[in-house]
């Protein structure tokens, strides 16, 4: 991967927290909190959901691989989480603030590898591998599903005003 394509990546990467900001930042909690027709989630549950996929999936993986020699990558269940963690009993706003912060320090420690560590890889339950990059792109891929879903939860919150 060149060096440009490498940097449009993770500039990309620093624009969820920015999307997270600019459309929902300050949001009343019944809006945040409210059920949308056709998602699992209310716009607050994808705020977290977000975070800790940032935390606790992608940039723990990317870690993982960074650190460890070919790591087994565990699945996680995902799908547990809003209730686990009390999605619904949290500030939109704090998982805005806090999703700056982990993106900001993902994107500085991204920002300092060298090719060859971008290469590395890890196992996957099926036995195949996934590289750093691979798991980059699985975030943005991510990012870009819930920046969709969250539009659409706005929009249709919009036609029923």
Same mark, same amino acid.
């Given at each position: 991967m060149t060096q440009p394509s490498y940097t449009l990546l993770? /500039?990309?990467l620093a624009e969820m927290p920015?999307?997270?900001?600019?459309a929902l930042f300050g949001l009343p909690s019944d809006i945040m909190?409210?059920?949308?027709?056709? /998602?699992? #989630?209310?716009l607050q549950g994808h705020l977290w959901h977000t975070l800790d996929? /940032?935390? /606790?999936l992608y940039g723990l993986r990317i870690r993982r691989i960074l650190a460890e020699h070919r790591p087994h990558l565990e699945p996680v269940d995902?799908?547990?989480?809003? $209730?686990a963690r009390g999605y619904d009993e949290r500030s939109g706003d704090d998982a805005i603030t806090a999703l700056e912060t982990?993106? $900001?320090? #993902?994107i500085e420690m991204l920002q300092s590898l060298v090719p060859e560590a971008i290469e590395r890889v890890g196992i996957r339950l099926d036995n195949s591998e996934i590289s750093v990059l691979g798991v980059i792109q699985q975030l943005l891929d991510h990012d870009q599903e819930h920046r969709r879903r969250i539009a659409a939860i706005l929009a249709s919150f919009a036609k029923g005003l």
């Open positions: 993770i /500039d990309q920015q999307f997270c900001r600019k909190r409210r059920k949308a027709e056709n /998602d699992n #989630l209310h996929c /940032d935390t /606790d995902v799908g547990a989480w809003p $209730a982990e993106r $900001a320090q #993902l």
